[in-house]
T-cell receptor
Framework: AQSVTQLDSQVPVFEEAPVELRCNYSSSVSVYLFWYVQYPNQGLQLLLKYLSGSTLVKGINGFEAEFNKSQTSFHLRKPSVHISDTAEYFCAVSDRGTDKLIFGTGTRLQVFP | NAGVTQTPKFQVLKTGQSMTLQCAQDMNHEYMSWYRQDPGMGLRLIHYSVGAGITDQGEVPNGYNVSRSTTEDFPLRLLSAAPSQTSVYFC?????????????FGPGTRLTVL
C-alpha cells in the first residue's frame, strides 16, 4: 500500500532564509508526486507536480522539488522564503493510472520577520 | 468559472442527525472526490467518482454515502452523524486523465457533531 511520510510537522524559519520540507513515500509501483499548499481557512492549491522526465520540478511562488527514486523522496525547497509563505504544505502521491491521492500529514511552515 | 463550490461552509449537528454536504464543479471534470482533514492526519480519501453513475470507496468510507447522477454534482451524505465525523471536508475535481491533471479543491465545509 502507498504511504507518504512528512518528517517535520512544523518548520520555523526566518524571512529570506532557505527552507526544505521533507517528503518520503512508499509504493510498489510507479507514482506521480505532488506538493499542495493550504493557507489558513482555505482549500488546497497545487504548488508543483512530478509526472515524468526531469527530476527537478519547478512550481509556483519560487518553490521547487527534486524527485529521488533511489531514496523515494520528493523534498520541497525554496531558496528565500517570505512571510506570505506561512502555510501548511502537503506532499501527496498517486499510482500512475489513477487519480486517487494519498496525502502526508502535512508540514506547517512558519516564517518569522 | 466558479471552480469547485461547497455548501454549507459551517454546520453543527447533533449525534444521530443526517445531512448532505454539497459539492459542485463547472469545469466538466470527470473525476470528483471527497476528503476529510483532521489535525495531524492530513487529508484522507472518503469516496471518489470517475464519472456520472460510478462511485467507489476510499480509505475511510464508513458512515458516508455518495452518488453521482450528473457530471457537475457529487454530494456526500452522513446518514447518522457521530462525534468522530467532526472534521473539515474537502471536495476536489480533476479532468480524470489517470493522475495527469491537477486536482482542484473546494474551500471546505467545517462540520461539528455534538
Amino acid at each position: 500500500a502507498q504511504s507518504v511520510t512528512q518528517l517535520d510537522s512544523q518548520v520555523p524559519v526566518f524571512e529570506e532564509a532557505p527552507v526544505e520540507l521533507r517528503c518520503n513515500y512508499s509504493s510498489s509501483v510507479s507514482v506521480y508526486l505532488f506538493w499542495y499548499v493550504q493557507y489558513p481557512n482555505q482549500g488546497l492549491q497545487l504548488l508543483l507536480k512530478y509526472l515524468s522526465g526531469s527530476t527537478l520540478v519547478k512550481g509556483i511562488n519560487g518553490f521547487e522539488a527534486e524527485f529521488n527514486k533511489s531514496q523515494t523522496s520528493f523534498h520541497l525547497r525554496k531558496p528565500s522564503v517570505h512571510i506570505s509563505d506561512t502555510a501548511e504544505y502537503f506532499c501527496a502521491v498517486s499510482d500512475r493510472g489513477t487519480d486517487k491521492l494519498i496525502f502526508g500529514t502535512g508540514t506547517r511552515l512558519q516564517v518569522f520577520p | 468559472n466558479a471552480g469547485v463550490t461547497q455548501t454549507p461552509k459551517f454546520q453543527v449537528l447533533k449525534t444521530g442527525q443526517s445531512m448532505t454536504l454539497q459539492c459542485a464543479q463547472d469545469m466538466n471534470h470527470e473525476y470528483m472526490s471527497w476528503y476529510r482533514q483532521d489535525p495531524g492526519m492530513g487529508l484522507r480519501l472518503i469516496h471518489y467518482s470517475v464519472g456520472a453513475g460510478i462511485t467507489d470507496q476510499g480509505e475511510v468510507p464508513n458512515g458516508y454515502n455518495v452518488s453521482r447522477s450528473t457530471t457537475e454534482d457529487f454530494p456526500l451524505r452522513l446518514l447518522s452523524a457521530a462525534p468522530s465525523q467532526t472534521s473539515v471536508y474537502f471536495c476536489a475535481s480533476s479532468c480524470g486523465l489517470a493522475g495527469q491533471c491537477e486536482q482542484f479543491f473546494g474551500p471546505g465545509t467545517r462540520l461539528t457533531v455534538l
